[in-house]
């Protein structure tokens, strides 16, 4: 216990960071469709977010070593605040692209910091807890951004801009005034895509769908749900749905991966997601809309999860940490390309194409599944399902023991 709460500090901080960096992607959709952006201009922003979050992953572990972790996790924060005023200076989608990528840069830094400490200060008795209660802060402070949106959508932009400014600058307190000693910083992973390929090109192609879904639905679901009559207030709890059945899908999904041939299991998640889509198309009022959201957060956020979880039964011990960091790179690919993809489609064929455009991505998926059966047998001796955070680099060494412990 005493262990848990001095890591109270870096939770503190994340909830701040979280609220304030998980608010400004469907803020940017909203208020930029409200300025006159077009559809692909606010696909651009959220593209240009996970530029800046894969820029973060690579350059925040050589700038703690040069710096320290406190130093660190100040300077990307004060990124995220210059990016978040920036946006009320000057009215325009190319500025605000560059806003997004500092505010992407401060996201995965300061992930990057926390999770940093945490590997350096916790034992393996205090392991498991310390990634649940990280898990469950995470997530609560994500489903908070979203239920944020409709109270920031109701005020005037300046406003909305600077109270989310005030949140990423407190998130500074609690880590810069804790009396906790900083940790010695570690050397810094080597990044290697080619590592994740070699051992399971089909979680290489499992975690792109991840991704282009993932973050086509928080970045350009605003989008859509303006275009099918939601109010900037149902648009949050639009958002929320989703996140909130992600979060509940994690337990029956390990169960399952853990029971049953991964591959199986990620072929029934893509058909469902698919079904998910289908359902989305025609969900009709509001109370429609949110529970098609709530489904399609439930079938489609454990992918990733169980992607890395098949990766990872092909992978040695001492290859878990840089796996996971590859498999976060192919996720930051898709996450990249996918806003922009999808704003576009939906400027020239409609809200619907939003579905269609997912649903495909999972059809090649169940595709490429099926491929791969034929030429791997089943894995006998397999890894613990862990759910993977996509928050840095350095979370495959937070997860590394428990995948080691079958």
């Given amino acids: 216990m005493r262990m848990l709460l001095s890591f109270g500090a870096l939770f503190l901080s994340i909830i701040l960071l979280q609220v304030s960096s998980g608010g400004v992607g469907p803020l940017d959709a909203v208020t930029g469709l409200g300025l006159g952006f077009s ?69 995965a830094g300061c992930y990057t910091v ?35 949106i409709g109270v920031l959508a109701s005020v005037e932009t300046y406003i909305a801009y600077n109270l989310l400014t005030i949140i990423c600058c407190a998130s500074l307190l609690p880590l810069t005034l804790t009396r906790a000693s900083p940790p010695v910083t570690g050397a810094a ?56 059945g992600g979060a509940l899908a994690q337990y029956p999904a390990g169960w399952m991966a853990d029971r049953f041939d991964r591959r199986a299991v990620l072929i029934g998640f893509s058909a469902l997601a698919i079904g998910s889509c289908w359902i989305s198309t025609f ?3 509001t109370q429609g809309i949110l529970a098609a959201s709530f489904l399609f957060g439930f079938v489609t956020f454990p992918i990733y999860s169980i992607s890395a979880a098949h990766a990872h039964d092909f992978a040695q011990s001492d290859e878990r940490a840089e796996l996971s960091a590859a498999l976060l790179f192919y996720y930051a690919v898709g996450a990249i390309f996918s806003p ?63 995948r080691d412990r079958n």
Avoid at 203 to 227: D, F, K, N, Q, W
């Fill in 114 to 148: 926390v999770e940093a400490w945490l590997q350096a200060k916790v034992t393996n008795e205090t392991r498991g807890r310390t990634m649940g209660i990280y898990r469950f802060v995470d997530l609560g402070a994500s489903l908070m951004a979203q239920m944020m």
């Fill in 283 to 285: 969900a009709t009022g």
């Fill in 340 to 402: 922009i993809i999808v704003a576009r489609l939906i400027d020239a064929l409609g809200p619907m194409s939003f579905f269609a455009y997912i649903a495909i991505g999972h059809l090649a998926l169940i595709l490429l599944t099926l491929a791969r059966r034929l030429v791997r047998p089943t894995v006998e001796e397999r890894t613990r399902y862990v759910y993977a955070p996509r928050t840095s680099f350095l979370i495959g060494r937070l997860l590394k023991d428990r």
């Fill in 189 to 244: 992973l080597r990044l290697r895509p080619a590592l994740a390929f070699q051992r399971s090109p089909l979680a290489v192609g499992g975690v792109l769908v991840a991704g282009l879904t993932a973050s086509a639905y928080r970045m350009v679901g605003p989008i859509y749900g303006a275009e099918v009559g939601l109010a900037p207030r149902d648009i949050g709890l639009f958002l929320a749905a989703f996140v909130a």
């Fill in 39 to 107: 559809a692909g201009e606010v696909g651009l922003l959220g593209s240009a977010h996970f530029a800046g979050f894969f820029m973060g992953c690579w350059w925040a572990p050589r700038l703690m070593g040069a710096v320290g972790h406190s130093r660190a996790f100040a300077a990307f924060t004060a990124m995220g605040a210059i990016g978040l005023l920036g946006h009320t200076l000057i009215i325009d989608p190319l500025a605000w692209g560059l806003f997004r990528i500092g505010s992407g840069i401060c996201v």
